[in-house]
């Protein structure tokens, strides 16, 4: 009868799905990945106390009850909010941009000016994206000033090119707040699981219908008899790149453990202007560790070529056109889904890519 479930990568939107499939549906599911863990990016280890995050770091955060509820299924959340500082004419000012930035960055009378003007524009506590703000005649100098010294150089060096040539979608990522709430999300459900990501998924895959095979690649399973396959991997390396590669950013971490109880004032802070990495991230933040040593990683963004881990998609028009080309060729293919980040191009939170796989479920079944 063959494999009656292949599901490609163990990252959580493979493992949600595994979970479903065995769990309601009562099916045999076999999870493959060919890294040496479960989890994707999501995953996590102990280094003497401290949690890291394998490929930096992750931040539950979701306005969904469905995927909350979900996953409170399999862990309790550690009320963590996210505070990201980054370091600008040598203050370390919150990130999104808000009126406690702007106090720190500014003369009193100007900071009270352009408040005002903020304030009189906008609602307090609202978020805007910055080319909301470059609108307003008032506030091009504000809106020059961030875009130049928050966006525009931390975007050359993330993605190798100026914002310009980047859908819009990747600025609006990052909004000017007009408020003092120095949380970078504001969704209703926010957190890290208390045990860390690798054990959450680990219990999701706990039922003898599913099987994990690490360290497996999706080519030896190419001529098995499979009923249906769900592929969390590249679509262009689905299709032997016949169009041609997808571009994707890479990444690379640089750990280092620090003998001293904490290296910074909170647990991301983007360097935008200064030097080649893009942040350090503390990790022992995240669950508030008390260790008397730390765990740090610097983040350089690097272009991606085949071989290396493929982090994020790059959103602009042409190639959401190759993108098109191979989701027309997977729309032929019967019994084969193209899920995740990788399968659809496209670059999800988790929240967005668990989503995905719980209304992919409910069609299915
Ligand atoms: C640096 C970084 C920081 C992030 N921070 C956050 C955050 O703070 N909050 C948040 O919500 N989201 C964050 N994300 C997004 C989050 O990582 C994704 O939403 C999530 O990992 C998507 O899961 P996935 O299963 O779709 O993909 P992945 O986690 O990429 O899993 C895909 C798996 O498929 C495997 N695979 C691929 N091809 C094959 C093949 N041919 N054979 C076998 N296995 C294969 C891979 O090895 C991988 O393990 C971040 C992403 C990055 C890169």
């Excluded at 493959?32 to 994707?40: K, S, T, V, Y």
């Excluded at 003497?48 to 995050?53: C, L, P, T, W, Y």
Aim: charged fraction near 25%.
């Amino acid at each position: 009868m063959g494999i009656r479930n292949l599901i490609v990568g163990a990252g959580i939107s493979g493992l949600v799905l595994a979970e479903r499939l065995a769990n309601e549906l009562k099916e045999e599911v076999l999870v493959i990945d060919r890294r040496n863990h479960i989890g994707g990016n999501l995953y996590d280890y102990d280094d003497e106390g401290v949690n890291v995050h394998k490929y930096g770091a992750h931040i539950f955060h979701t306005d969904s009850c469905k995927v909350w509820e979900y996953l409170r299924q399999f862990t309790q959340f550690y009320p963590y909010m996210h505070e990201v500082k980054a370091l600008i004419n040598g203050c370390y000012v919150p990130i999104p941009f808000n009126l406690n930035s702007l106090r720190m960055l500014f003369p009193e009378s100007l900071a009270s000016d352009l408040e005002s003007k903020l304030l009189k524009a906008y609602p307090y506590g609202s978020r805007v994206s910055i080319l909301e703000l470059s609108k307003i005649e008032d506030l091009k100098f504000l809106s020059e000033f961030i875009y130049e010294n928050i966006f525009y150089h931390y975007t050359l060096k993330q993605w190798q090119c100026s914002p310009k040539d980047l859908d819009s979608s990747v600025l609006s990522r990052v909004p000017v707040c007009i408020g003092k709430d120095n949380r970078y999300f504001k969704d209703k459900f926010q957190g890290i699981p208390f045990e860390g990501y690798t054990k959450m998924c680990e219990r999701m895959v706990k039922n003898p219908l599913i099987e994990v095979r690490l360290q497996s690649d999706f080519k030896e399973f190419k001529n098995l008899e499979i009923q249906r396959v769900f592929y969390s991997g590249g679509i262009d390396e689905f299709f032997d790149y016949c169009f041609g590669e997808l571009p994707y950013r890479s990444l690379e971490f640089d750990f280092r453990k620090i003998s001293k109880e904490y290296f910074q004032s909170a647990s991301v802070i983007n360097y935008p202007n200064n030097y080649d990495f893009t942040r350090i991230v503390e990790y022992k933040y995240f669950l508030s560790q008390k260790t008397s040593r730390s765990v740090i990683s610097f983040e350089y963004p690097k272009n991606y070529s085949k071989g290396m881990e493929r982090f994020y998609p790059v959103p602009n028009d042409k190639n959401r056109a190759l993108y098109e080309k191979y989701l027309q060729k997977a729309l032929e293919l019967e019994n084969v889904y193209f899920i995740g980040r990788l399968g659809k191009y496209e670059y999800f939170d988790m929240d967005k890519a668990i989503l995905n796989v719980l209304e992919l479920f409910d069609k299915l079944r």
